[in-house]
């Protein structure tokens, strides 16, 4: 664990004057991290109708999944929005671009738990246009940023320890996901698996606090992301977890590929795109242009198409063309530097792999308690694979549905997941971006792991 973490440990403990008052600014932070999510959301859904003329989902609901279409200017739109995010990335973030949640992990951890609040704003702004424009990107890490940026705000107006800094950071964190999710206990236990890697007390009363405060502001603001809990089915027969095992396995592989693919993808635009950097989005909204005109579907958030695919409404063939053009269209978008997170596609993902191998079984004339539960299966085990947060994947699908009888089809397909990414010793994304800029964190732990004959392990 970095020295940051632990060097007032001791003092910081032993005052229960500090914990107090590190609890009460953590109940603030939970309030202002959810109406900078409302903000996030208000923002992206402004910025499409203005540019669009409607939010994206809302396009694809009128005509349809399967018919929806763009009109041939908006590849020209997204070509001009990507110039307009190459110019706000670098005049308010300048060699600082698709700054992400591994980002925040290392001012957690290196920089006295502090991101910038002028950095957490235009993240905010920049992944509002980048989303806006149709960036196929995630709201969720943009989130994350700003929670961090306000829990930065607060330690830097109230002069707190270093200690008492990088605790409220967690808590802008929790308090981003659980206002994002409705899922208080997932974002918890994704902080402490994720980003501390490690369980104090004096840690987990500030971080749970700011968790409770963001996702009950959160309902009063509706931010949040619903799965119908109807649609899920009380009870699962045993049979069926063969499938939810394949689906596992399936998204262990598409989680290994993006992993892979996005850094790379990065990689080679960086090497090869001679242009200026404030162009490469023009080049990357070009791309999306041509992808997005025949498949809107693929463009934004998503979150229309994620709860279609939960519900069963989207055709076999087209779950698996909108979960490829998925993959392809957001590799493009952050190669070529739109902003945003992976949280969102992962779910949109996982969601079409889940349901379309739902549709294939039954298809084949077995019996199958829902679509449903099979893209929430997928949805989970994806997501576990690219962010690398396993119990809290499986935790959030359980507080997204409302549904209990989610736990098992979930926890099984994300154990499927896991044996396929140990089989082929991958890492999750955030831990490759943290090994490909040489500050990971977590490398005593990965030592101390290696000791463990007999066992392939990756944080």
Not at 63 to 74: C, R
Not at 104 to 120: A, K, L, P, S, Y
Request: proline content about 3%; hydrophobic content about 50%; aromatic content about 8%.
């Amino acid at each position: 664990m970095s020295d940051i973490i632990g060097t007032e440990e001791k003092k910081f403990r032993n005052l229960d004057w500090t914990i107090a008052r590190t609890v009460s600014l953590s109940i603030a932070i939970g309030i202002m991290a959810a109406f900078a999510a409302k903000g996030l959301l208000i923002a992206i859904n402004l910025t499409q109708t203005y540019l669009h003329k409607t939010p994206l989902d809302t396009l694809v609901m009128e005509q349809g999944i399967e018919n929806a279409t763009l009109p041939i200017w908006s590849i020209g739109v997204l070509a001009f929005l990507g110039l307009i995010v190459g110019l706000l990335t670098h005049y308010l973030m300048p060699n600082r671009a698709n700054r992400g949640l591994s980002h925040v992990i290392e001012d957690i951890h290196f920089n006295q738990g502090q991101t910038g609040v002028r950095e957490g704003l235009a993240v905010g702004l920049i992944s509002a246009v980048s989303i806006g424009a149709g960036a196929s990107v995630g709201r969720y890490g943009p989130a994350v940023h700003l929670g961090a940026a306000v829990a930065s705000g607060m330690g830097s107006i109230f002069k707190l320890s270093t200690q008492e800094k990088v605790v409220l950071g967690c808590s802008g964190i929790a308090a981003a996901i659980s206002a994002s999710f409705i899922a208080p206990l997932a974002a918890v236990i994704f902080v402490q698996e994720v980003v501390l890697r490690q369980w104090r007390i004096y840690q987990f009363i500030p971080v749970a606090a700011a968790a409770v405060a963001g996702s009950e502001t959160a309902k009063l603001l509706d931010v949040q992301f619903v799965i119908l809990s109807d649609l899920i089915p009380d009870s699962i027969p045993p049979y069926e977890f063969i499938f939810f095992g394949i689906i596992g396995a399936l998204s262990g592989v598409v989680g290994i590929a993006f992993n892979q693919a996005l850094p790379k993808a990065a990689g080679l635009v960086a090497k090869h795109v001679k242009i200026d950097n404030r162009l490469k989005p023009v080049v990357g909204g070009l791309l999306l242009g041509c992808i997005g005109f025949m498949y809107p579907s693929v463009l934004g958030l998503g979150g229309y198409e994620t709860q279609m695919a939960i519900a069963g409404n989207i055709a076999f063939q087209l779950c698996l063309i909108l979960l490829v053009l998925k993959f392809v269209a957001t590799i493009i978008s952050l190669a070529f530097g739109f902003n945003g997170g992976v949280f969102g596609p992962s779910l949109f993902m996982g969601a079409m792999l889940g349901a379309a191998v739902g549709i294939m079984v039954e298809g084949t004339g077995i019996s199958i308690s829902g679509i449903s539960i099979y893209a929430i299966a997928g949805m989970g085990a994806t997501v576990a694979t690219v962010i690398g947060a396993v119990f809290a994947a499986i935790i959030a699908m359980i507080e997204m549905t409302g549904k209990l009888s989610s736990s098992l089809p979930v926890l099984f397909s994300v154990a499927s997941a896991y044996i396929v990414i140990y089989l082929f010793s991958q890492s999750s994304l955030l831990v490759r971006q943290l090994d490909g800029r040489g500050k990971n964190p977590f490398e005593e732990i990965r030592a101390k792991d290696k000791k463990y004959e007999g066992f392939k392990t990756k944080p």
